[in-house]
Structures are given as structure tokens and as C-alpha cells.
């Protein structure tokens, strides 16, 4: 009997190391993922490239990163955009969708592609989005996409995310998404030098508009890009989280979870 039980302890007490053992390994991975996710941003230059642009409304498109496309447009990329919910009601829509035209002749777009979800209803839809999401990728081929982050304080932007994530998935689409901040600041890894074209931005926002009329979206979002250049010392700057498709797919999915 004494035999048996020192066994017993003794397994236990394997037993109990091990547990602890792959609790302190977690924890370390966990800590590991922490610090490698919050590296300082690092600037990167804007090179040519086929890049879709997925905004959740007209005018996202250029308070995210106009700066980033603005430059993309200097360089010669190819710059499509989609636009995933209408204006409120059938004028308001039309107006945004005209100031939507006008930006995208200031800024260079070669495309822009309409699905027309409700505006502020864009959680409820998410299946149907990724289903739209999907066919504009597969149209489109884009090297490049950029999206909110997933995390954006805006109900519509996280449903964007997680839409184009679910549509990632399902059409296996390769290549870089590049995480925008709107609304929220997002734990970005990258950043761009936008000094050059920061007036060009500042212009493009005006021009949504029936959206600025009240609300100051470029001094808001300037204010930002200014704040983020002191990290990379440069005059104004637009952050990022950047990573390869698979790596986002996790991110958001990770997000709703949350």
C-alpha cells in the first residue's frame, strides 16, 4: 500500500509539472505574441501594385488611407475601390455617390464597385458581404487590400473586417492587407511618410461633401496622422497593421471571438 501511494504521488506530481510546464509555455507564447505584435512602427515606402480598397462608406476611403493611395497613385498602381453600404435613403445616396466620383477623379481610382448594404446595418449582413466580398476578389485580383481594422470603433467597420476575412477564406485569395485606422487607433507595425500628399488628402476628404458639412473629418484625422509621425519623425504620417492574408484572417476571426 505504501508503494502504491508513493506511485500515486509521483504521478501527480509528474502530472502537476506537466500541467504547469505547458501553463508557463502558454503564457510565454502568449507574452512572446504580445511583444512581437507591438514592435515599433517601421516606415515603408509605397511601391506600385494592384490594390482594392474595401471602405465601409464613401469617404473612408480617403480619411483611412488616402495618404497611402495618394502616393500608390504617384507611383502608377492600379487602384480599385468598393464601397459596401449606401447613403440613408435614395437622395442621400445619390449625393454621396457623386461626391464619391468626384474623389476618386482627384485621387487616380480606376474602379469603383457599389454592393449597397444598409448603411449602419452592415453586422447584420455580414454573410451576404462576404458574399459580394468574394466575387469583387475574385474579379479584381488585387495584390494589395486595404480594410479597417478589425477592431475600428465603428459596428459597420468591424463587420467589413470580419466579412472580407470570411471572404478570404472561402476564395483563398493571396496576398497583404494593410489595416487602416477611422474611428479608433488601431497596434500598427507600419507607417507611411504622407508629408508629400497630405494636402491632396485634406481635399479628397472635402470633397465627401454632404459628410464634412459640421464634422471635421480632416482635421480629426490629420491630427492623427500628425501624432503618428513623431514616432518615425517625419511631418504627418498614417499607420498600419500589415500582414499576410492568412495572418489577418486570424486577427479578425480572432477579434469576433473576443
Known sequence: MLIEGKLLLGTLKAVAIGCVGAWGSRRLLRRIHRITHRLPMKLREIAPSKVLVVAPHMDDEVIGPGGALALHQRCGSEVQVVFCAAGADPAV?????REALACAELMGFSTLHWLDFPEGGLSSRENELAVE????????QPQQVFVPYPTDHH????????????????TKWQGEVWC???????????AVDISSVVEQKRNAISLHESQVAGLHYAGGILGLNRYRALRVYVDYAEAFWVA???????????MSRV
Open 93 to 97: 445616396d445619390q449625393t454621396r455617390k
Open 133 to 140: 466580398l468574394a466575387e469583387v476578389l475574385n474579379e479584381v
Open 155 to 170: 459596428r459597420d467597420h468591424t463587420a467589413v473586417a470580419a466579412a472580407l476575412a470570411s471572404a478570404i477564406r472561402s
Open 180 to 190: 487602416f485606422e477611422v474611428w479608433s487607433p488601431s497596434w500598427p507595425n507600419t
Open 244 to 254: 499576410p492574408e492568412k495572418k489577418f484572417v486570424e486577427l479578425a476571426e480572432e
